[in-house]
């Protein structure tokens, strides 16, 4: 069954930092603590599988405000969302602001003339490649004391007895037979996102290959 919640955390980030990489020099998650007035929150963005035959994607862009809907004037703290288009939800393959209308998926980022090429007609590639590749890709938007919104679900209090936010990422189009297809649900993708100096908003999107890029009503795999 999809979460049973949903939601969005505003606040001011403090402070990021990679995971420590295991025996085998691997690591999976970029760790933000976020300050809101509940406490400070710890919330972990994957940028790398578990499972070493499953890659990660992302994209990373910039919105106006008006594009994020609701979540961009919450008051700091969390928000629980409705897994609705109008609750300020976020869901990769329907919202019009974060969809990619190529259907293209890059190796690697395009030659900057296709870029702008893209950027012009509103395209959002997906981008493949490296743990490293996809943490170069979010860091840069990781500012200290910016205003952050992290969507995601939440939890009272991580191993590490904090308050926090996980499954922040593409949270539907699990294959059958995954340990995440029960989970699978639609307007209820994580996402990282910050605002600049002059009101837009950065916005970083991160999902694994192995997640459908098409879903039902359920946020099941269709084809």
């Known amino acids: 069954?999809?979460?049973?919640?949903?939601?969005?955390?505003?606040?001011?980030?403090?402070?990021?930092?990679r995971d420590q990489p295991d025996s085998q020099g691997r690591w999976f998650h970029i760790n933000l603590e976020v300050d809101?007035?509940?406490?400070?929150?710890?919330?972990?963005?994957?940028?790398?599988?578990?499972?070493?035959?499953?890659?990660?994607?992302?994209?990373?862009?910039?919105?106006?405000?008006s594009a994020l809907g609701p979540a961009?004037?919450?008051?700091?703290g969390y928000h629980d969302l409705a897994s609705?288009?109008?609750?300020?939800?976020?869901?990769?393959?329907?919202?019009?602001?974060l969809v990619d209308h190529t259907g293209i998926l890059f190796q690697r980022r395009p030659p900057s003339w296709l870029q702008?090429?893209?950027?012009?007609?509103?395209?959002?590639?997906?981008?493949?490649?490296?743990?490293?590749?996809?943490?170069?890709?979010?860091?840069?938007?990781?500012v200290e004391g910016r205003r952050i919104l992290v969507f995601g679900e939440p939890f009272d209090e991580d191993p590490e007895g904090d308050l926090g936010m996980h499954n922040i990422h593409q949270n539907q189009g699990?294959?059958?037979?995954?340990?995440?297809?029960?989970e699978n649900g639609i307007w209820q993708d994580g996402a990282t996102v910050t605002e600049r100096s002059d009101g837009r908003y950065d916005v970083f999107l991160n999902k694994f290959s192995s997640q459908a890029g098409q879903t039902d009503a359920a946020g099941h795999p269709v084809g």
């Open 1 to 17: 069954m999809p979460f049973e919640r949903y939601g969005v955390l505003s606040g001011t980030l403090y402070r990021h930092y």
């Open 36 to 65: 809101a007035p509940g406490g400070r929150y710890h919330c972990a963005v994957d940028v790398d599988s578990h499972k070493s035959n499953v890659g990660v994607q992302w994209k990373a862009f910039t919105l106006d405000a």
């Open 72 to 76: 961009s004037a919450l008051a700091p």
């Open 84 to 97: 609705t288009p109008d609750s300020g939800a976020v869901d990769y393959l329907r919202h019009p602001a």
């Open 116 to 142: 702008d090429l893209l950027d012009l007609f509103g395209s959002r590639p997906w981008h493949a490649g490296s743990n490293i590749d996809a943490a170069t890709a979010l860091e840069p938007i990781l």
């Open 174 to 182: 699990d294959p059958a037979g995954s340990p995440w297809w029960a």
